[in-house]
């Protein structure tokens, strides 16, 4: 599927986002920062795909 540079950049931003908050998960094990970190990348994870998913149906060249 090919898609535009907007879509490309929204996906490269939830993916370092989703990055930032996974390593904070792991660095901060066993502590409730780390579970809420989790808690917080998987709901970013569904965001994104919510954002992108809606982003394919409006643009023509991503369409």
């Known amino acids: 599927?090919?898609?535009c540079h907007q879509f490309d950049s929204?996906?490269?931003e939830y993916k370092r986002e989703i990055g930032f908050m996974l390593?904070?998960?792991q660095r901060h094990?066993?502590?409730p920062a780390a579970k809420s970190s989790a808690?917080?990348?998987a709901s970013a994870?569904?965001?994104m795909a919510r954002a992108l998913n809606s982003?394919?149906?409006r643009c023509p060249?991503?369409?």
Do not use: I, N
């Open 1 to 3: 599927m090919k898609t």
């Open 10 to 12: 929204m996906r490269a």
């Open 23 to 25: 390593a904070h998960s």
């Open 29 to 31: 094990e066993g502590r």
């Open 39 to 41: 808690k917080q990348a």
């Open 45 to 47: 994870k569904q965001r």
């Open 55 to 57: 982003h394919v149906g």
């Open 61 to 63: 060249e991503c369409g």
